[in-house]
């Protein structure tokens, strides 16, 4: 039982070029920026927007296949999907609103109200049945949208930017509860969201797209230990060089020779926490075999770390103490020597 | 709390143009004869043709609604080519003065018109000179104000709930019924009351294609037009009838069918 | 050079009273007058009026006449609200006498046509109508102008003293609304003034009521309370009352005035 699809399409600016393969028991969180295609993807595989070529199977059966030119449409798949904004319909109750699914699959009135009336009492919102969408807040909507998703108990899950609509405070609360009910539900889980927190909490499996193709897949650890794309880098907040290993260096674009412990050979990439980065006002001498000049060009503050961010021959992201920068110191636009150890750069396959 | 004087530039225009719509509705009040009010309103013709008028009225607004909503739809929703002549053509009547349309009215559906030649030689139907034929006239005139509102209504509406709906496996008329056409409400109560209101002062086209016979095609707008040569201060109390009504509706529905 | 100016003019003016003073029907101070007139005449007077308004501007070019025809009720309901008219024709004396009681006319009115009754149809007369009975036929659609209307209340006393009994399918609001349906093909029959026929020409056809169920309606003619040019409108009223005016109606099917 899984998910299998396979579209191209063309959305103005966007050429989606993506295959998914979702396992039963996998929640599985599509990442990526603003653009990226990730929400176009979700509404593809619920059947909203016609592709131009590729396929959709749900446990085996051809939801939609531009080859045979089938398509089921979105009303007859066995498919939840919680929008970013809830779309709770405003004309309905609460209750009428979770009772839609089920009274559209043919439900009677009766047996609906009952069934809506128990999701309600599991996802806390029982006494708010009478309730309009608009008595409740951000959280609560979600939680609504969420047990309408979940009650004529579809096979795939669809949630786009679940948590988006929230502020920052609800947003963690919410999460957890979303976890719950995620880590409840029998069938195929696909999550959208550009907030790498999120991702990791609630999945097992990323998926990395930009520009509407695949860039990166797997666990959360893996991915965020070895990202293999610049955006990924940047969510997790570490420095990601690409070039050619060759006998414990990498040769990366732009002709630097970076020493790394484990650098064998082939198209490699090499992550820098860094932490491990050191700023030097003058070339420091010992042992570090990665020292290069650079300057500073932005400095920035936070909390109780402050991030430099030196541009030279190797552009790196260094992070020091505020009292080290003040020894040092250094205003943006000032001449600095960056230095690392080779064993502090980790080196995998491109 | 500090308020924003409106300038003169502003006011002067402004009251200029409500005394313009203030004062006839002052000069029917003053000049009606309340005391023969009640004997004007209760004469035999004047129930005829106000219950005329009612019934005639609100059928022009059923067929309005039952052909105009789909029309409205296609217009809102459906991509083809000639839709937006299409789309004048059925907004023409809104423009067209009424004897106009009565006349057109006539050439397609009177005894030697182009449809209406048949049905009199197939089912010796004819269509002026009924009741028929004034629901025909005031729909003609009517019906474009409500095709407008719904279609306004129908774009500005949030799309995607009819996407959450098909994706709770509502089918397509489900989703109209269920999901659609509550969220347009307030544009579809706008649009059939505009009709209503519409059809209920129609004049120039029932009157060229419908004729004028009490009881069957004379509507209060003709009864009045007729009473203004027989009875003048009769047909000033039933005009102010006909504008109290007409306000009435305007006042009720307030804002509601500027934003549809 | 300006004596030379001064004898044209006085050349022009004695031309122009030379030119109409051999004229002893129309008004002796015709050339001199000068000024506008709005004419509200019953519709039936459509296209004698017309005529006799263009043979009126020819004889005095100084003058101009606008004609505004309609319904007579409508007529008297727009004047005594106020429209500027500065001569009224009726098709009947209780309009007339109408506008006399409620203070809007100038003067006597004076009788200046008759007119009688005349059923029209289609040409060719399709549904082959003969006289008044055949107006009652099942399936003939019949209209007439309403009872206000002269020409309605007269097919109504027409018909009541023919003995026949006939419900109109419309009530028009004047003998050109009743004719333009006949002409369409959406009435079968309808009772107008015989001059209707005369002017519609071809477009239409007459069956003539005999005389013993016929009607002969009055038409006088006044000068509206009012007037701005009380001259021109009383030389209008004059030509009308004149023997070129009288030929003239009576060319449109007119009865002299007794």
Redesign the interface.
Known sequence: MSLEASIRLTLGPLNLDMEITIAEGEVVALLGPNGAGKTTLLRAV?G?IPFESGFVRLDGKVLEDTSTNKYV?????P???V?QDY?L???LDVLDNVA??LR??GMPRGAAAEKAGEWLERVGLRSYARAKPSELSGGQRQRVALA??LA?EPRLLLLDEPLAALDVTTRAEVRRDLKRHLMSFQGIRLVVTHDPLEAVALADRLIVMESGRLVQTGAPAEVTERPRSQYVADLVGVNLLRGEAGNGSVQVAGGAVVSAAGAESGEVFAVIHPRAVAIHRIRPEGSPRNVWPGRASHIELLGNRVRVRIEGQVPLVAEVTPSALRELDLIEGGEVWLSFKATDVGVYPA | MRRERVPIVVIVPAAIGAAFFILPLLGLIVRSPWRDAVTALTAPETLEALKLSLLASLSATAVGLVLGVPLAWIYARVEFPGRDLLRALTTLPMVLPPVVGGIALLLAFGRRGLFGSWLDSSFGITLPFTTAGVVMAETFVAMPFLILTVEAGLRSMDRRYEEAARALGASRWRVFTRVTLPLIAPSLFAGAVLCWARALGEFGATITFAGNFPGVTQTMPLAVYLLLETNQEASFILSLVLLLISLVVLVGLRHRWLIA | MRNRIWLLVAAVLLAACGSSGGNASTSPSSSLLSGYINVFAAASLTASFNSLGVAFHRASPGVGVNFNYAGTPTLVTQIEQGAPADVFASADTTNMDKLTADGFTSGSSRTFARNQLEIVVAPGNPKSITGLADLAKPGLIYITEGPTVPAGKYSLQALAMAGVKVTPKSLETSVSAVISKIELGEADAGIVYTTDITAAGPRVQGVPIPAASNVIATYPIVAVKGTRYPDVASAFIAYVLSSTGQSTLATFGFLPPS
């Open positions: 619920a909203l449409p979105t009303e007859r798949r498919i939840g999907l929008f779309l319909f405003p004309h839609f699914g559209s699959r309408r998703a004529p």
